[in-house]
């Protein structure tokens, strides 16, 4: 079993900024892709950044600029640096990761952390 657990949402002010975790545990034999998506109130869910073991990070548009994604192999970890939020930023967002275990490889989610942004 695996579980993947976000942290770091809150409450900002627009034009601050947030910092996202999410740890994975568990069967993991390795992780491939790491990403981030978020689900706005009313909308669909939708995609934020990716991160490949190795090579090149992907980013939604309304993330390019002002979000990175990051990661740490060592510890099974992706971060989301959320820079001059705005209030559309407003969503739960969820963590991914597809893993590698005994079973073959899955994609897992998070329980999603709570990011609003108001004044």
């Known amino acids: 079993q695996v579980q993947l657990v976000e942290s770091g949402g809150g409450l900002v002010q627009p034009g601050g900024s947030l910092r996202l975790s999410c740890a994975a545990s568990?069967?993991?034999?390795?992780?491939?892709?790491m990403g981030w998506w978020r689900q706005p109130p009313g909308k669909e869910r939708e995609p934020v950044a990716s991160v490949p073991t190795i090579g090149t990070t992907e980013y939604a548009d309304h993330a390019k600029g002002r979000f990175t994604i990051s990661r740490d192999n060592a510890k099974n970890t992706v971060y989301l640096q959320m820079n001059n939020l705005k209030p559309e930023d407003t969503a739960v967002y969820y963590c991914?990761?597809?893993?590698?275990?005994?079973?073959?490889?899955?994609?897992?989610w998070g329980q999603g952390t709570q990011v609003t942004v108001s004044s």
């Open positions: 991914t990761s597809a893993v590698w275990t005994e079973r073959g490889l899955q994609d897992y």
């Open positions: 568990g069967s993991i034999s390795a992780i491939s892709r």
